[in-house]
């Protein structure tokens, strides 16, 4: 039974709230400085897994919507996306530096340590892995924090060399950008306020305000006529730029509820015990690093990185870091317990 009455509780909300607008604006503050240059056979816990392979030509075309998530297969060869990053020239100097579009915001997988001020998260280590590999140095990067509406355009423009950033890998974003093997499962959840009556993606977000991020999957499940927001009598507000917006929001009571990657959301309520995830998730997404359509060859580096980055089961480098960012808060959401096996195109 709850003790607390609604004034009490919304001051709660909002100076969780606040807090979660001061480290945004802290975070935004100490942005590093940025350049505009021209296992087991099954999935089992702990074991590397085998790729699969998709078909080609005109079947795989048709196809290509039921299994977005094929890659080219890996290659550690040099190719001219490659030795474009390793030649690249900055006000008449070499960068030498990766330069990859991360989030700065989502607890655990890319956020500033406030003690540290570096940018660290699940997603941050894995940027680093892909530096090391091309640079021979895990910090060889510049870090670009771009917002959740302007990661493919940061790619297309040619701004970011890759992004990583809690990205999933459909049909409609494989038609502007090319995609990496996948790094990690996910899908879309309810997010709401510890004391609300919603029990998940249900006729009981029927008249409810419900905030996505803009540009996201969330934002496009909302739009499906069948099974989106005017399906279950939800309230679509205007998406916001972030998906951390969205909890700013519901801690003020402007929304009554969010939907979004569960493995975001699991961050969010591990940062405040205000709000909780509730029902199950109701999409099956797998996250990948984005690049340009035109980099095949980085394309198919950032793949073999992440081949190596699977392999060893229990000691390998996805395992370590996922039991460093994301075991404790994830855990509560689903169990995830080994990378997607990569899918590969002939």
């Known amino acids: 039974m709850r003790t607390m009455g609604g004034g009490s ?13 001061v480290l945004g604006v802290a975070t935004a503050i100490v942005a590093p400085a940025m350049v505009d240059d021209g296992g087991s056979d099954g999935g089992g816990r702990g074991g590397a897994q085998h790729p699969r392979t998709v078909r080609t030509g005109a079947e795989a075309a048709a196809d290509s919507c039921r299994d977005p ?8 060869a040099s190719g001219p996306a490659i030795k474009r990053i390793k030649n690249r020239v900055v006000n008449g100097h070499k960068l030498n530096k990766l330069i990859a579009g991360v989030d700065q915001n989502s607890y655990r997988w890319g956020y500033r340590d406030p003690a540290t001020g570096d940018l660290t998260g699940f997603d941050i280590d894995l940027v680093r892995a892909i530096a090391e590999d091309i640079f021979g140095d895990p910090d060889a990067v510049i870090f670009r924090t771009i917002p959740t509406s302007q990661r493919i355009k940061a790619l297309q423009q040619g701004k970011v060399d890759v992004v ?21 499962q996910a899908g879309q959840q309810v997010l709401v306020a510890d004391d609300s009556t919603i029990t998940g993606y249900n006729k009981t977000l029927r008249g409810k305000k419900v905030c996505t991020a803009q540009g996201s999957t969330a934002e496009a499940e909302l739009d499906k006529p069948d099974t989106g927001a005017e399906h279950l009598g939800a309230i679509k507000v205007k998406p916001v730029p972030n998906q951390l917006d969205c909890l700013v929001r519901l801690q003020l009571g402007q929304v009554d509820a969010v939907i979004t990657d569960n493995a975001l959301a699991a961050g ?6 205000s709000v909780k995830l509730v029902g199950s998730r109701f999409t099956d997404e797998f996250y990948g690093v984005a690049m340009n359509k035109n980099d095949e060859d980085l394309v198919r580096r950032v793949n073999k990185v992440l081949e190596n980055y699977r392999q060893g089961g229990a000691g390998s480098p ?21 990378p997607p096996a990569p899918q590969y195109k002939d």
């Open 164 to 184: 990583v950033r809690t990205m999933t890998i459909n049909c409609d974003r494989i038609k502007d950008v090319a995609f990496s093997t996948a790094y990690f």
């Open 69 to 76: 998530e094929a890659s080219l297969r890996p290659s550690s």
């Open 9 to 21: 509780m919304r001051s709660v909300r909002s100076a969780a709230a606040v807090t979660v607008c």
């Open 268 to 273: 969010q309520a591990a940062q405040d015990p």
């Open 318 to 338: 996805w395992m370590r870091a996922y039991q460093k960012w994301l075991a404790k808060d994830f855990g509560t959401a689903q169990e995830n317990p080994a």
